[in-house]
C-alpha cells in the first residue's frame, strides 16, 4: 500500500508563493512511475495541476499553471514538491498529491491519493 503525505498549504495573498511537498511511502512505491499534484476548488471537479516522472525528468503542466509553478522531486526523500509563484486568488483549492504508473491529466485514472492540503489566496 503506497502512504502520500502532502504538507505547506496555507493562506497567502495575491502575488505570493507557496511549496507544497509530498512524501511517499509504501512497498509497492517503487513500481509507481509518476508523480503528479491535482487540486479541487469547491463545487468544481478535481483538476489536474502538475506531474512528474520518477525516473528522468519530464514535467508536465496544466495551461493554467505554466510558467507560474514548478514540480520538482527529490528521489533519496521519495518526496515530490510544487513550488507555486505568482498565486492568483482562482487558484484556492484543496492541493492533492496522487501517484500511478503512467501520466495521465485525468483524475480517476491515478491509483494513489494523498488526503489533501488547503491553500488560500486572498485578493
Known amino acids: 500500500q503506497v502512504q502520500l503525505v502532502e504538507s505547506g498549504g496555507g493562506l497567502v495573498q495575491a502575488g505570493g508563493s507557496l511549496r507544497l511537498s509530498c512524501a511517499a511511502s509504501?512497498?509497492?512505491?517503487?513500481?509507481?512511475?509518476?508523480m503528479g499534484w491535482f487540486r479541487q476548488a469547491p463545487g468544481k471537479e478535481r483538476e489536474f495541476v502538475a506531474a512528474i516522472k520518477w525516473i528522468g525528468d519530464r514535467k508536465y503542466y496544466s495551461d493554467s499553471v505554466s510558467g507560474r509553478f514548478t514540480i520538482s522531486k527529490d528521489t533519496s526523500k521519495n518526496t515530490v514538491y510544487l513550488q507555486m509563484n505568482s498565486l492568483k486568488p482562482e487558484d484556492t483549492a484543496v492541493y492533492y498529491c496522487a501517484t500511478d504508473s503512467s501520466y495521465s491529466d485525468y483524475a480517476l485514472n491515478w491509483d494513489y491519493w494523498g488526503q489533501g492540503t488547503q491553500v488560500t489566496v486572498s485578493a
Open positions: 509504501g512497498g509497492t512505491f517503487v513500481s509507481r512511475l509518476v
